[in-house]
């Protein structure tokens, strides 16, 4: 089956990927609908970066990003956007202007984000981090989990939680962070295997990440970090994770999956 995409579209200074390029209202607003026309299905709008160069910043830092451009984004592109946001005060700020996808990196680790999208019905995307980051994606550069059983479980122990928090599984889909505390060989698993060993949707966010540079034992390719970038190279990660059984991907260049199944 076809993969659905995520477009992404990051409102930040300081993103890994873009450097800040769409930190304008309009140029966003042109980025957005580029992403649609190349084939996105969503659009996750995220404004705090959460690469290891970057310190967190508050809810209050995220909503001053979001507000020029979110409210503008929910009235032109209704049904499209998800909100990449771990902060419950961004959350509750934005179900003022639309009804967004919640795409939570901390696994809705705030409990008032579990009221909120149990009250608002929300489809939710639960991320996973090494419990030891303890809800914050930055901090979650500091480990290395290689234990593939123990995102496994840990990923379905939080989502279990969430049901009985009143959160429905079919408003669940599970995403297994690759890159957030992970070494590079789980990454590649997780990549291959993990979709396959979960009852639940899942997306893949794997898009130009730091891995691809990287082999399935964890060396470090000759160009490894130029190989990332390519299109080929995120190509063969979005076939892994299809092959495992993916539904959604994360993805920079949708145009660039066009012919994937």
Not at 85 to 104: M, R, V
Not at 144 to 165: I, W, Y
Request: net charge negative.
């Amino acid at each position: 089956m076809k993969p659905l995409l995520f477009g992404i579209l990051n409102y930040t200074p300081d993103s890994f990927f873009d450097g800040g390029k769409n930190f304008a209202v309009e140029s966003a607003i042109v980025a957005t609908q580029k992403l649609l026309d190349d084939g996105a299905s969503y659009i996750d709008v995220g404004a705090e970066a959460t690469n290891p160069f970057v310190s967190p910043i508050t809810a209050s830092q995220e909503i001053e990003r979001l507000s020029p451009i979110l409210p503008t984004l929910f009235e032109k592109f209704p049904g499209k956007i998800s909100l990449d946001t771990y902060h419950s005060q961004t959350l509750e700020w934005a179900l003022q202007f639309g009804k967004p996808i919640l795409n939570d990196v901390s696994g809705l680790a705030d409990p008032e984000m579990v009221s909120l999208a149990v009250e608002h019905t929300l489809m939710c995307i639960v991320g996973h981090l090494p419990p030891e980051a303890e809800g914050v994606p930055v901090n979650s550069h500091n480990f290395k989990m290689d234990d593939f059983n123990q995102v496994v479980s840990q990923s379905l122990q939080r989502v279990q939680e969430l049901q009985k928090a009143g959160i429905a599984k079919q408003h669940i889909i599970l995403d297994p962070n690759i890159g957030f505390g992970k070494s590079m060989q789980l990454n590649w698993q997780l990549l291959k295997e993990f979709a396959a060993a979960v009852s639940y949707p899942v997306m893949v966010g794997a898009s130009h990440k730091r891995f691809l540079g990287y082999d399935e034992l964890g060396n470090d390719k000759p160009s490894g970090q130029e190989l990332r970038h390519t299109q080929a190279q995120n190509l063969l990660a979005a076939k892994y994770a299809v092959i495992s059984g993916a539904q959604f991907l994360r993805v920079h260049e949708p145009q660039w999956y066009k012919n994937l199944a």
